[in-house]
Every structure is written in structure tokens, then in C-alpha cells.
């Protein structure tokens, strides 16, 4: 545990990229998006809490500057492939918060229509294409939609974003072998968050420093501070503009911490308290908030009136998914098998809209 704070300390004293690369406008939002993930996963705590929300719940609370940093650097044509802690990513992505909340509510209006939950979010518009609850079978789907657009001549770009419990799968060398070998335009994100469900990273991997399994097999890494959301966003922006040129895939590994335990059911007896409260002085949001305010973006007035925003917008999710319908039950047999008659090329259809009337809908 020791070696594990000195070497947070170390990054954290590194130096980072300044404000001043990025429009005021960017900086803004990179800050609100971090704010939003982070109420939108306290909230959902609460509805676990309240039995609103059933199932297993994994929140991404402390990791928001990785999922952040690195999809803010994506465009719109590049494809994601998440893992089960994935809410932060498809929020960060542009999935509208009041979808995912009815998706965790197991709602019709949910963005898998309530019938994927917590771990399985999916929207084809956005490219967001589901959160995997079989540890690392994202990634070799991930090199399958890489070899479809090198195939097609597109310079789009896969992301398959893995924790640190997905390296010693078999999955995830047959990925990165396959990747190097085909040379396909993928790029493997790393969210190491030191712990496999209740194991650490160093009791589990022989080699702690995971970047560095992919240089086996020919793939350019780097290891950067996934506390840090501009770093982040560098880090991954200068990944993807390698893998967009057609130099084969590249593997980032994002240094980060969840704050919570790995589910809402998990009593977290296996983490010492004063390593928890070292990680909190990292907090992501607390760091850029100090960023954005030195750098005289915002003040504490501006801070202030986002967050207001954003509890506004989390009440409405909420109330958006408590009032929206169950998926009925004769629909239970759609979306199994693929209908002949459906145009699959065709955008997925919206959800429906919540009834107005909560007790109507249950």
C-alpha cells in the first residue's frame, strides 16, 4: 500500500497540461461532465438504497477524469466498447442521464429499453456499443469493429475501455495479439483502479505496471494519471492520432481509484482507510476545480450555478424513470433475434416517452 501512495504522489506532482490548450467553452464542460457523472452516481446509490434500483450496481464515483479525458478526445464516428462500470462512460459520451437512470430503474424508456440494466447500456446513435458484464469480452469486439472499418477504408477508431481485472484473461492477449497482427485501428483503455473486485492489482498481475504488457506484443503504451482529465485527454488524443493514421492499435493505461466499493454490495473490508483517504485528496473534480479557478475560467459563483444545474437535471432523470413504464409482458421475446423484415442499417428507434403519471404507469 505504501509503494501504491508514493507512486500517486509522484504523479501528482508532474506536471500538467495547461488550461490555456483548450477553449474556455471545452474547459467548462470537461468540469460539468465530471460534476454530472459524479451526482448522477450518488443519486443512483440512493435509489439502490431506497430499492428503486435492483440488481448489482457498480459505480464509477473518483474515476470521472479517466472516462472523461479520454472520451472527450473521441469523435462521433469512433466506436466504444465499456466494461460493467459503465454509466460514467455513456454519460460521458452524451447518453442523456434520465435514459441511463431509467435504464437502472429497468424501464421502457431506459436506453437499452430496460431490458440490459446497470451493466449492459447500449446506444447505437452514439456509438456507444454496451457495457460487457463477462470481464474483458469487450475487447475482442472491439478488434471486430476495428477490422469492419479498416475493412471499409474508414479512419473511425474502436476503444475498448477494460480494467485492471480484465489482464489476465485470455481474452485480452487474444486481443492484443490479434490487434498487433492485423494491425487493426483499435485503442485499449486501461482503468486501473488497483483492485479486481476485492483484489489488488499486486496480488493479482505479476508486473503491476500493465501498459507494459502490451509493448509484448508490439503495441505502443503509455501510462498516464487518470486523475488528471486534461492529462488524460492528451494522453488518449495523442494515442488516437497514431491509430487514425493507420500505425496499427495503441494501449493507454490510466492510473485511477473508485471511491466506492466494487458494487453496491460490497462492505469494503479489504481496503485500509487511510488509503482511501489518500486517494480522495486526489479527486478529480476537486483538482480541476482548483485548475479552471487559478486559471481564472470560472469563479466559485459559476462553480456553483453548474451544480445547481446539474441536481436540477438529476431530479428530472429521477422522476423521468419513476414514472416511466416496465417493459410490457408480451414484449419479452423482442430484441432476442434480428427481424428480416427490419432495416438493421436503420437507427435505433427512440424510446418512448414517459407517461406523465407515475401510478398509471406502475
Known amino acids: 500500500m505504501a509503494a501504491t501512495r508514493q507512486r500517486s504522489s509522484q504523479r501528482s506532482a508532474?506536471?500538467?497540461?495547461?488550461?490555456?490548450?483548450?477553449?474556455?467553452?471545452d474547459l467548462v464542460e470537461l468540469l460539468r461532465r465530471m460534476?454530472?457523472?459524479?451526482?448522477?452516481?450518488?443519486?443512483?446509490?440512493?435509489?439502490?438504497?431506497?430499492?428503486?434500483i435492483k440488481g448489482f450496481l457498480h459505480l464509477y464515483s473518483g474515476q470521472e477524469a479517466t472516462g472523461v479525458g479520454a472520451i472527450s478526445a473521441l469523435r462521433s464516428d469512433d466506436y466504444i466498447y465499456s466494461h460493467y462500470r459503465e454509466h460514467g462512460h455513456a454519460i460521458a459520451r452524451g447518453i442523456e442521464p434520465r435514459a441511463v437512470m431509467a435504464e437502472l430503474f429497468g424501464k421502457e424508456t431506459g436506453a437499452s429499453r430496460g431490458r440490459g440494466g446497470s451493466m449492459h447500456i447500449f446506444d447505437r446513435s452514439k456509438r456507444f456499443m454496451g457495457g460487457y458484464a463477462i470481464v474483458g469480452s469487450?475487447?475482442?469486439?472491439?478488434?471486430g469493429t476495428a477490422l469492419a472499418c479498416k475493412r471499409l477504408g474508414s479512419d473511425s477508431v474502436a476503444v475498448a475501455i477494460l480494467g485492471d481485472g480484465a489482464v489476465n484473461e485470455g481474452a485480452f492477449h487474444e486481443?492484443?495479439?490479434?490487434?498487433?497482427?492485423?494491425?487493426?485501428?483499435?485503442?485499449?483503455?486501461?482503468e486501473n483502479n488497483l483492485y479486481g473486485m476485492g483484489t489488488h492489482v499486486e496480488r493479482a498481475a505479476?508486473?503491476?505496471?500493465?501498459?507494459?504488457?502490451?509493448e509484448v506484443y508490439g503495441i505502443p503504451s503509455?501510462?498516464?494519471?487518470?486523475?488528471?482529465?486534461?492529462?488524460?485527454?492528451?494522453?488518449?488524443?495523442?494515442?488516437?492520432?497514431?491509430?487514425?493514421?493507420?500505425?496499427?492499435?495503441?494501449?493507454?493505461?490510466?492510473?485511477?481509484?473508485?471511491?466506492?466499493?466494487?458494487?453496491?454490495?460490497?462492505?469494503?473490508?479489504?481496503?485500509?482507510?487511510?488509503?482511501?483517504?489518500?486517494?480522495?485528496?486526489?479527486?478529480?473534480?476537486?483538482?480541476?476545480?482548483?485548475?479552471?479557478?487559478?486559471?481564472?475560467?470560472?469563479?466559485?459563483?459559476q462553480i456553483d450555478a453548474i451544480e445547481e444545474s446539474i441536481e436540477r437535471e438529476i431530479d428530472e432523470a429521477v422522476r423521468y424513470a419513476d414514472e416511466s413504464p416496465f417493459p410490457a409482458a408480451e414484449s419479452l421475446p423482442e430484441h432476442v433475434y434480428a427481424d428480416a423484415a427490419t432495416d438493421v442499417g436503420a437507427d435505433a428507434a427512440e424510446p418512448a416517452a414517459a407517461p406523465e403519471q407515475s401510478r398509471k404507469a406502475a
Not at 206 to 214: D, L, M, P, S, V
Request: proline fraction near 6%; hydrophobic fraction near 40%; include cysteine.
Open 14 to 25: 508532474q506536471s500538467r497540461p495547461l488550461p490555456g490548450k483548450l477553449p474556455k467553452d
Open 35 to 52: 460534476m454530472l457523472i459524479r451526482r448522477f452516481e450518488q443519486k443512483a446509490a440512493e435509489m439502490y438504497g431506497r430499492g428503486r
Open 138 to 143: 469487450q475487447m475482442p469486439l472491439a478488434c
Open 175 to 190: 486481443a492484443l495479439n490479434l490487434a498487433a497482427i492485423w494491425q487493426l485501428p483499435v485503442l485499449f483503455l486501461c
Open 206 to 214: 505479476a508486473g503491476a505496471e500493465i501498459y507494459r504488457r502490451a
Open 222 to 301: 503509455r501510462q498516464v494519471d487518470g486523475m488528471d482529465v486534461l492529462a488524460v485527454r492528451e494522453s488518449v488524443g495523442a494515442a488516437l492520432d497514431k491509430v487514425r493514421k493507420g500505425d496499427g492499435p495503441a494501449f493507454v493505461e490510466a492510473l485511477t481509484y473508485r471511491f466506492r466499493g466494487h458494487s453496491m454490495a460490497d462492505p469494503e473490508l479489504y481496503r485500509n482507510k487511510d488509503e482511501v483517504a489518500h486517494w480522495r485528496t486526489l479527486d478529480p473534480i476537486e483538482r480541476f476545480k482548483s485548475v479552471v479557478t487559478r486559471a481564472r475560467v470560472l469563479g466559485k459563483k
